[in-house]
Structures are given as structure tokens and as C-alpha cells.
């Protein structure tokens, strides 16, 4: 797959289709791929050149080597208020981004993240506004530490490692599925989704594939809130949440399009943290309204 250098890291990146660029982060540790092809495929369709992207520490793009801090005690740390240091910042994956862009010869593009893609959009959007023609965060949140907790076996699942061995990697990320997706959860398509991701960052040994799950967490955690810089925003905004997401509650979403200046807020019954094929067409609906 093709790699850009966006600074002192290479980017892994597909794309398809034409039109108005489009690109696509994903959540918290999952590679490109986790945004099914069929999906992306009806983007293309509609107009769009559809980018999807690894982020640093997962995927084909470029792992780091520094240990990340401990978590618990990043944890421990966001919650009270005080700062630690992490290895990056959800700035710097926003600029990363903007690597790709520049890379790719392209201005502007509207951005679309899901989870920690969402916080690294909502960061594009606060810190490099001419470079999006529109934001949209999908079951994402400002990072407020007063907004609720997802569920018991929602947060589990966040905190546990992906195990190495392939086997027991893709029976995590399905029973991961089995949680995150509710009522829409299709096991043939949880394994096909995570056989993929697994085979795509198969090369990297398994640590570094746990630690950079933790850098991104780190940066995740360490990066602050978003609620007062979100009310500068002035660019066409979309949020999209799903009623019965169990890892960020509908609150978080709801919370988002209350600072940003104008957002459209669209409450997707029946969607927990999982862009499911039941929801496609109303998303991408929304998408084609900017």
C-alpha cells in the first residue's frame, strides 16, 4: 500500500473513487481497514475520493520505539486534573494529517473520524481550520472529564491488550464487536474486519503493536478537552452518535455539536460504537449534504 512521509514518519494510506477528497481516521488502535471496503465503496459512488489512513503506532504507517508512561497512572492523572507527559499529543496525529495532505498535493478535505479519528479531527478543526472543507466525529467525544463512563465491559475492553498470536487477536477484537456493536453485531463481519487488521499490521512484532496501543491512549488521555477551543470552530460540522454506544455515551456526542457553533447533530437509534451496515445509508446521507 502506499506511504507518504508526513514529517519524520511515513503514513500508510488507499485510496478510491473522485471528486472532493474525503479522508477517513479511525478509532483507537484499529487499522484503516476497520472502515469496511463496501462502506467506503458507496462513498466513492457518491462523489468523494475516499482516503483512508493509519495513524502513527498502528496499521502500515510507522510504529514508534519510546515506551509509552504507565496507564494506570495516566489514568489516574487525567482524572484528577494533573499533567503527565506522554510520547505525543493529539496534535500531533492532527499534524500528521496534515502530512498526508500536503503529501498528496491536496488544499482541503473534509475529515471524517470515528472515536479517537473523531478527537483527532475535532483537533484538525480547531488547529489547522483552512485545511478542512468540513468536520465530522462519529461516537467521539471533547474529552470532558465530567461526561459519563461507557459501561463496565465497555472500559474492560479499552484497557485490555490485544493479544499477539492471531488466533486469540481476532477472537478478542470479535468479542469486542460483540459489546461495542449492540444490536447490530454480525460475527462474519467482526472476523472478517479483524482477520484483515491483524494480517495488515502482522509484520510489526507483537510488542511494539501493544505499546503503540498505549501511546495512542496516552495521547488520548493526556491532550486535555476540547470544549472551549470547539466553540472557535467555523467550518460545516456533522456529529453523529449512536443511542446505545457502550464505550462513549450518546452524551459525549450530544455534548460535541453543543460547542461547536452551528454542528448538526444526528442521534442514530440503535448504533452502539460501531458504524454498522444497518447505518450506512443515513450517514452517508449526511455526509453528501455539505
Not at 21 to 29: D, E, I, K, Q, R
Request: aromatic share 6%; net charge negative; charged share 20%.
Amino acid at each position: 500500500m502506499p506511504h507518504v512521509d508526513a514529517g519524520a514518519l511515513r503514513i500508510a494510506y488507499d485510496e478510491r473513487g473522485e471528486g472532493e477528497p474525503l479522508v477517513l481516521l479511525m478509532g483507537l488502535a484499529w487499522p484503516r481497514v476497520y472502515w469496511d471496503d463496501a462502506f467506503c465503496d458507496r462513498l466513492a459512488a457518491k462523489g468523494f475520493r475516499v482516503i483512508r489512513m493509519d495513524a502513527r503506532d498502528v496499521g502500515e504507517s510507522d510504529f514508534l520505539e519510546e515506551m509509552p508512561p504507565n496507564i494506570g497512572r495516566i489514568v489516574q492523572a487525567a482524572f484528577a486534573g494533573e499533567s503527565v507527559e506522554a510520547p505525543y499529543s493529539l496534535s500531533d496525529m492532527a499534524l500528521d494529517v496534515v502530512g498526508l495532505l500536503d503529501a498528496l498535493g491536496i488544499e482541503r478535505a473534509h475529515v471524517c473520524g470515528s472515536s479517537l479519528g473523531g478527537m483527532v479531527a475535532q483537533t484538525l478543526a480547531i488547529e489547522h481550520p483552512g485545511r478542512l472543507s468540513s468536520l465530522t466525529s462519529i461516537m467521539s467525544s471533547t474529552g470532558d472529564r465530567a461526561l459519563p463512563l461507557g459501561t463496565p465491559a465497555a472500559m474492560e475492553i479499552l484497557f485490555t491488550p490485544i493479544p499477539a498470536e492471531r488466533d486469540a487477536a481476532v477472537a478478542h477484537q470479535v468479542a469486542s464487536f460483540r459489546i461495542f456493536s449492540a444490536s447490530a453485531f454480525d460475527e462474519a463481519r467482526a472476523t472478517r474486519l479483524a482477520e484483515r487488521g491483524f494480517d495488515l499490521q502482522a509484520h510489526v512484532p507483537p510488542l511494539l503493536r501493544q505499546t503503540g496501543a498505549a501511546r495512542q491512549l496516552a495521547a488520548m488521555l493526556t491532550s486535555g478537552d476540547r470544549v472551549q477551543a470547539l466553540g472557535q470552530v467555523a467550518i460545516p460540522s456533522l456529529i453523529v452518535h449512536g443511542s446505545d454506544d457502550p464505550l462513549v455515551p450518546l452524551a459525549a456526542g450530544q455534548q460535541t455539536a453543543e460547542c461547536i457553533p452551528g454542528a448538526r447533530m444526528l442521534e442514530i437509534e440503535g448504533m452502539g460504537h460501531d458504524l454498522a451496515p444497518p447505518f450506512w445509508d443515513t450517514v452517508i446521507g449526511a455526509l453528501k449534504t455539505w
